[in-house]
């Protein structure tokens, strides 16, 4: 109950509060209510944590770090997998003579970026990516590795028939392969093979398992050998005094195939040798791995590459 002054009557009357109006205080003084409330929560929730959220968060950050770690291992992974790629290619396959993996570059495309904190699903998206990129490239490592173990199975056939020692005992080179002066024509030209120096009759041996070929290596040679051992290798055994073999004779590594002269267009007696691979002269100075120090292979290899005037 409320009073008001009546200045007509100078006396206290009850007021009367019409529906409207208290309907109108209620909602008012509800809405300060709300509005105190909502103000109350805002601060709570800016200033305040919950524990809920609180581990929440807590789980979030675990799991960043989780993720920058299992990237970090998939980068290293990838990084270990592109040596052994590297070395397939370029080592393994090198020495069994074999193709690089084909097709190996588009496995080549993964993101090796550092770490950074993003959201958690698109790290999860990302690291899911260079796992399938590795899951494959490490399949087809696999598979090649599983090719190299069936030609190690007859890598030892094999190496038999590539040349792999010098053929005369004591080796002293005086021509190397490339650009040298003829000694007849007296012109810089290409000088197919290694010329080596000794004495006449010198035994000459063969530098791999092979057959005798029944063609000649061509006009100039003098008496000549020629040596067809498979795998796309052939060797020249050239300016002999003698042959020691008969066209279509088997020979193996280390047999006697003729002696050294001076046969042929040749200045001085010598034995020019020639290895060619799938029809064309290779430098002969890198098939001596086998037979050679490296202090012995070091020095060959100086002396073939004077520019000199060859004996053929």
């Known amino acids: 109950m409320k ?13 009367e509060i019409s529906v409207k109006q208290k309907l109108k205080k209620i909602f008012s003084y509800t809405g300060i209510a709300v509005a105190f409330a909502l103000a109350s929560l805002l601060i709570y929730a800016n200033v305040f944590t ?28 990838s990084h270990v997998l592109k040596d052994l790629e ?48 590795l899951a494959a490239r490490t399949q087809v490592e696999l598979q090649s590795f599983a090719e190299l173990w069936e030609m190690i199975q007859h890598a030892d056939e094999r190496m038999r028939h590539i040349p792999a020692i010098t053929p005369v005992k004591n080796p002293q080179v005086i021509s ?15 000088h197919t093979g290694i010329d080596f120096i000794g004495k006449r009759g010198q035994p000459i041996y063969a530098t791999a398992d ?32 003698k042959a020691n073999v008969r066209p279509g004779q ?6 006697v195939v003729g002696f050294m002269g001076s046969s042929g267009l040749s200045s001085g007696t010598h034995l020019h040798y020639e290895v060619i691979k799938n029809g064309q002269r290779v430098n002969p100075v890198h098939f001596f791995y086998a037979d050679l120090s490296p202090a012995e292979y070091e020095e060959i290899l100086q002396r073939a590459s004077e520019v000199n005037r060859a004996l053929s």
Do not use: C
């Open 176 to 190: 190397g392969f490339g650009m040298r002066y003829h000694p007849i024509y007296h012109i810089l030209r290409r």
């Open 250 to 255: 088997k020979v193996k590594r280390g047999d």
């Open 50 to 77: 919950s524990p809920k959220e609180k581990r929440l968060k807590r789980e979030l950050e675990e799991n960043d770090l989780r993720i920058a770690y299992l990237e970090r291992r998939v980068n290293l992974l």
């Open 210 to 241: 092979g057959v005798v070929s029944r063609d000649g290596p061509g006009s100039g040679y003098g008496i000549a050998v020629m040596l067809n051992h498979g795998y796309g290798y052939q060797t020249v055994y050239a300016h002999l005094s």
């Open 86 to 133: 590297e070395k397939d290619d370029n080592i393994y396959r090198a020495l069994l003579e074999s193709e690089p993996v084909a097709d190996r570059n588009r496995w080549m495309d993964t993101v090796e970026a550092p770490y950074e904190k993003r959201v958690s699903a698109k790290n999860l998206d990302d690291l899911s990516r260079k796992t399938d990129i």
């Open 3 to 15: 009073y008001k002054f009546n200045h007509k009557s100078l006396s206290f009357e009850i007021e």
